[in-house]
């Protein structure tokens, strides 16, 4: 006997074809569960929970014919808001301000779901324009850590990652241009997946740039894989999107990690300082790894920390979002967000150009690391979740205009290069928080990292840590085979 709000979009979808669940059942309890975590229900203007019931309907229609439009038909999935979604207040509007649209035209991804049957179940809060990596004001109420309240879930994708965690959705989408879904991810104990930049096509443009990736949350790498053979097609609005994917990346899962080289870079080299029991978790999946047949290394990618190319890229796109803001509506922004957008707007071209200079050269020298590697393991965090509210870990030597550049050093590296990463949960730390594994392929090899993840998954090495206490996520009990 099982959880309704603890399945996978793959146990659903059995359930759907073999007739054991239905995804109006399975849909009203994800809502339940949601209301009982964010009374405040469809504040952010998305899907309300009527219209995500009468889509399942339709789709408990199409499974009963036989008919279903694809693997993800009925299954229950959130958008965070920097993606758009048709009805829905414009993206990225500041939520200290009052929201901007509806806005009337899907971003590809949110397309691909519909095309696809998925039931929207509603929309998943951000900080103003993802301008910072811990949660901000927002309608619905700032998010805290499924495994200690009094913890951060990160951001800007927390919202997201804890209603995964917490069975609001078995799937979510979300923005990642800095380790925005997998900070999160690690941070909740489950996975977060940032595939090659434009893999999952992005409309509107973000103002971020090259950084900005679509990314995935998931309990497992086979839903998380299913997810990206949806909305990881190309899409003619976004220029930048690859073309097909040479195969399915759920397909894939199988190939297994047998004869895969592995460089496991544990601080990159010295520049980063990682908690102790994070360093253990982290290092004892990666010898399971070893384990499973890869062939692993310790081995450092050549590079020194890029932060201050990043620094210039993210807050010039900052103060672009910003810019058509009135001055007097950018002192309503949050402050920390406000100082990102003044250095940014102080910035040269020239600034800029050598920013994207460092950029290119970092694509390049990770390009050669692949040349002997196929994986590259890293800490997805070096800490594990911090004090809510703070907008960095306490203690001394955290870097950066906002402090989260000093906890995020294994992450924005690889938004800059664009590169396919997943970050795994392997485990907790002694006080039951959650560590992530950050799993990183070559361009356009996503399918590696997610086939690395899987088999931690089914060796046992990896996956959603119970919750505290045994808490409940919601819905009501089922037996579900398989």
């Not at 035209?105 to 397309?111: C, H, L, Q, R, S």
């Not at 971020?208 to 790498?221: I, N, P, Q, Y």
């Not at 203690?395 to 290069?417: N, V």
């Amino acid at each position: 006997m099982t959880d309704l709000t603890e399945l996978t979009a793959v146990r659903l979808a059995d359930g759907y074809r073999t007739g054991v669940l239905g995804p109006v059942e399975v849909t009203r309890a994800v809502l339940e569960r949601s209301r009982r975590l964010r009374p405040e229900g469809d504040a952010d203007g998305g899907p309300t929970g009527e219209e995500a019931v009468a889509r399942a309907r339709e789709s408990q229609e199409r499974w009963g014919r036989g008919e279903p439009r694809g693997p993800l038909d009925g299954v229950p999935v959130t958008v965070g808001d920097a993606l758009p979604v048709r009805g829905r207040p414009a993206p990225r509007g500041p939520r200290s301000l009052a929201p901007e649209g509806p806005w009337d035209e899907d971003a590809p991804a949110v397309a691909r779901l519909r095309e696809q049957g998925a039931v929207l179940v509603g929309g998943t809060t951000a900080p103003e324009y993802g301008g910072k990596a811990v949660p901000g004001a927002s309608p619905a109420g700032g998010a805290r850590n499924p495994y200690d309240p009094s913890r951060t879930v990160g951001g800007p994708a927390g919202d997201a990652a804890a209603a995964v965690a917490l069975g609001a959705g078995p799937l979510a989408l979300a923005a990642d241009a800095g380790g925005g879904v997998r900070g999160p991810a690690a941070f909740c104990g489950v996975l977060g997946t940032k595939p090659t930049h434009g893999r999952v096509p992005l409309y509107p443009a973000s103002p971020f740039g090259s950084l900005a990736h679509v990314g995935t949350l998931a309990r497992d790498a086979a839903d998380a894989a299913l997810l990206l053979d949806v909305v990881g097609v190309p899409d003619a609005r976004d220029g930048s999107a690859p073309g097909p994917a040479p195969g399915s990346f759920a397909g894939a899962l199988a190939e297994g990690v047998r004869g895969l080289r592995v460089a496991y870079s544990p601080t990159l080299g010295g520049q980063v300082a990682v908690d102790p029991a994070v360093a253990t978790a982290v290092r004892r999946a990666v010898e399971g790894l070893a384990g499973l047949g890869a062939w692993v290394v310790e081995a450092d990618p050549d590079f020194a920390d890029p932060v201050a190319a990043f620094e210039t890229l993210w807050s010039c796109g900052a103060a672009r979002a910003a810019q058509r803001l009135g001055a007097a509506r950018r002192e309503e922004l949050d402050p920390a967000l406000r100082e990102l957008c003044r250095q940014g707007a102080a910035r040269s071209a020239l600034d800029y150009l050598a920013a994207v200079d460092a950029q290119t050269e970092l694509g390049r020298r990770m390009s050669l690391f692949h040349e002997t590697y196929d994986l590259l393991v890293t800490p997805t965090v070096p800490v594990t979740a911090f004090e809510a509210g703070a907008e960095a870990p306490r203690g001394p030597g955290r870097r950066g205009w906002t402090g989260w550049t000093g906890w995020t050093p294994f992450t924005y590296p690889f938004d800059l290069t664009g590169q396919p990463a997943v970050t795994v949960p392997v485990g907790t730390d002694g006080a039951g928080l959650p560590v992530g594994l950050q799993l990183v392929a070559a361009r356009h090899h996503d399918a590696l990292p997610l086939r690395a993840a899987h088999v931690l998954h089914e060796a046992g090495l990896a996956g959603t840590p119970p919750l505290p206490g045994g808490a409940a996520r919601g819905g009501r009990p089922v037996a579900v085979g398989g």
